[in-house]
């Protein structure tokens, strides 16, 4: 089982997404960046789609999502996230190919 801390980050930043409060959920992820806790590539997922949902810091929403795409080249989910992050970017061919 996950440490307790970790359900309860979990559980925030899941109850800021809901909440529609983009910024606090991507400041939420930051935070959990800045000190190593859950997995990198999640949570640089996750900022960058709070931070489309919200349309705030949207180039850094795509470093954010290029930067896990390396790794992570075949994953569905984060090939989503790109393609919404280029949509909101007003990109639309090329978010059409990420979300086809």
Same mark, same amino acid.
């Given at each position: 089982? !996950?440490? #307790?801390? $970790?359900?309860?980050?979990? #559980?925030?930043? $899941?109850?800021?997404? @809901? &909440?529609?409060?983009?910024?606090?959920?991507?400041?939420?992820?930051?935070?959990?960046?800045?000190?190593?806790?859950?997995?990198?590539?999640?949570? #640089? =997922?996750?900022?960058? @789609?709070?931070?489309?949902?919200?349309? %705030?810091?949207?180039? !850094?929403?795509?470093?954010?999502? =290029?930067?896990? &795409?390396?790794?992570?080249? !075949? =994953?569905?989910? %984060?090939?989503?996230?790109?393609?919404?992050?280029? %949509?909101?970017?007003?990109?639309?061919? !090329?978010? #059409?190919?990420?979300?086809?």
């Amino acid at each position: 089982h !996950e440490p #307790l801390e $970790m359900q309860a980050h979990r #559980l925030r930043r $899941m109850s800021l997404h @809901y &909440l529609r409060r983009h910024r606090d959920e991507a400041a939420a992820a930051t935070e959990l960046l800045e000190k190593q806790l859950d997995d990198r590539d999640t949570l #640089l =997922n996750d900022r960058a @789609y709070a931070r489309a949902q919200g349309e %705030f810091d949207l180039e !850094e929403a795509l470093k954010d999502i =290029n930067e896990v &795409l390396k790794s992570h080249p !075949e =994953n569905s989910a %984060f090939i989503d996230t790109r393609g919404y992050v280029l %949509f909101k970017l007003g990109k639309y061919d !090329e978010a #059409l190919k990420d979300l086809e």
